[in-house]
C-alpha cells in the first residue's frame, strides 16, 4: 500500500486549512450529490462489480491464450491506457512466456497499421475492441482492418471465437456488430468514465490475458478503497498528496 511522508515538505500553506473542504468534496463524492454525478461508479467498483462477468473474462482469457501469441487491443484513450499502465507496471514492456499485448486502434497512422499487419502474419492473434458507441474513428478504421484479417486467416468461425467486443450493453453499432457475428461480449458500465475504467472490462480482459491475476488485482483495489476513504483529511494520505500538490 503507497503511504505519504511530507515532513520534509516545503509548504507554503497548512494543510489543516483545507480539512473542512476535503471533507465537503469527499461527501460530494460518496453521496453522489456534485456535478457529474452519474459518472461516480468508479468510486466503489472494487467492491460492487459484476462478479459473474468476472468469472466469465477469466474463462475466456484462460481459453483463448492457449492458442494465442499476440492480443490487439483496439481502443483509443481510456479504453486502453488503463490497460497498457497495469500491464507494463507489473510485467514490464518485454515479459517472456506471456500473451504479447499490442496497442491499435488509436491513431491514424497507415504505417503502423502496416507494421503491426506484418508482424502478426506468422503468429496467432486475438482482437479485444473497445468502444462504447462502436464509432470511433480510429478504433473503427483498425477494427475493420484487423477483423478481415482474422477472417481471412481463421475463417468466419474462427475468427468469431478469436474476436471479443467490450462495448455498451444494450445499444451502439459495436453491440449490433457483436450481436450479429455471435463474438463473446463484455459490458462498459454507463456510470463509469474511461479515465476510470481499468477495474471494468475495459481493462480487466486485456489484463487477465497478459496472464495477470485480475482477483488479486481487484482485492488489492478493494483493500485501498477502504483505506483511502476515510474523509479525515490527517488519516488520508490520497487526500494530503492531493492538497499537496
Same mark, same amino acid.
Given at each position: 500500500?503507497?503511504?505519504?511522508?511530507?515532513?520534509?515538505?516545503?509548504?507554503?500553506?497548512?494543510?489543516?486549512?483545507?480539512?473542512?473542504?476535503?471533507?465537503?468534496?469527499?461527501?460530494?463524492?460518496?453521496?453522489?450529490?456534485?456535478?457529474?454525478?452519474?459518472?461516480?461508479?468508479?468510486?466503489?467498483?472494487?467492491?460492487?462489480?459484476?462478479?459473474?462477468? %468476472?468469472?466469465?473474462?477469466?474463462?475466456?482469457?484462460? +481459453?483463448?491464450?492457449?492458442?494465442?501469441?499476440?492480443?490487439?487491443?483496439? =481502443?483509443?484513450? =481510456?479504453?486502453?491506457?488503463?490497460?497498457?499502465?497495469?500491464?507494463?507496471?507489473?510485467?514490464?514492456?518485454?515479459?517472456?512466456?506471456?500473451?504479447?499485448?499490442?496497442? %491499435?486502434? +488509436?491513431?491514424?497512422?497507415?504505417?503502423?497499421?502496416?507494421?503491426?499487419?506484418?508482424?502478426?502474419?506468422?503468429?496467432?492473434?486475438?482482437?479485444?475492441?473497445?468502444?462504447?458507441?462502436?464509432?470511433?474513428?480510429?478504433?473503427?478504421?483498425?477494427?475493420?482492418?484487423?477483423?478481415?484479417?482474422?477472417?481471412?486467416?481463421?475463417?468466419?468461425?474462427?475468427?468469431?471465437?478469436?474476436?471479443?467486443?467490450?462495448?455498451?450493453?444494450?445499444?451502439?453499432?459495436?453491440?449490433?456488430?457483436?450481436?450479429?457475428?455471435?463474438?463473446?461480449?463484455?459490458?462498459?458500465?454507463?456510470?463509469?468514465?474511461?479515465?476510470?475504467?481499468?477495474?471494468?472490462?475495459?481493462?480487466?480482459?486485456?489484463?487477465?490475458?497478459?496472464?495477470?491475476?485480475?482477483?488479486?488485482?481487484?482485492? =488489492?483495489?478493494?483493500?485501498?478503497?477502504?483505506?483511502?476513504?476515510?474523509?479525515?483529511?490527517?488519516? +488520508?494520505?490520497?487526500?494530503?498528496?492531493?492538497?499537496?500538490?
Amino acid at each position: 500500500m503507497i503511504t505519504l511522508d511530507l515532513s520534509k515538505a516545503k509548504l507554503n500553506e497548512n494543510l489543516e486549512s483545507y480539512k473542512d473542504t476535503v471533507k465537503e468534496i469527499h461527501d460530494m463524492i460518496h453521496n453522489k450529490t456534485g456535478a457529474g454525478n452519474d459518472f461516480l461508479g468508479w468510486v466503489e467498483l472494487p467492491e460492487n462489480y459484476d462478479k459473474a462477468e %468476472v468469472e466469465l473474462i477469466k474463462k475466456t482469457a484462460a +481459453n483463448l491464450k492457449e492458442k494465442t501469441d499476440v492480443l490487439l487491443v483496439c =481502443g483509443i484513450g =481510456g479504453s486502453y491506457l488503463g490497460a497498457r499502465a497495469a500491464i507494463e507496471a507489473i510485467n514490464g514492456l518485454y515479459p517472456k512466456n506471456k500473451v504479447e499485448i499490442i496497442y %491499435v486502434g +488509436n491513431t491514424f497512422s497507415s504505417n503502423y497499421i502496416k507494421q503491426v499487419a506484418e508482424y502478426i502474419e506468422g503468429k496467432d492473434f486475438a482482437i479485444n475492441v473497445i468502444s462504447k458507441s462502436g464509432t470511433t474513428t480510429e478504433t473503427s478504421i483498425a477494427f475493420r482492418i484487423f477483423k478481415e484479417m482474422c477472417e481471412a486467416k481463421y475463417g468466419k468461425e474462427g475468427a468469431r471465437e478469436r474476436i471479443v467486443a467490450t462495448t455498451d450493453k444494450a445499444r451502439g453499432a459495436l453491440k449490433t456488430l457483436a450481436t450479429e457475428e455471435g463474438y463473446t461480449t463484455f459490458v462498459i458500465p454507463d456510470d463509469v468514465g474511461g479515465r476510470y475504467s481499468v477495474l471494468t472490462p475495459v481493462g480487466l480482459f486485456p489484463i487477465a490475458m497478459a496472464g495477470i491475476d485480475i482477483d488479486e488485482m481487484l482485492k =488489492g483495489a478493494n483493500d485501498a478503497m477502504n483505506k483511502y476513504s476515510n474523509p479525515d483529511l490527517n488519516q +488520508n494520505d490520497a487526500y494530503k498528496y492531493g492538497v499537496a500538490r
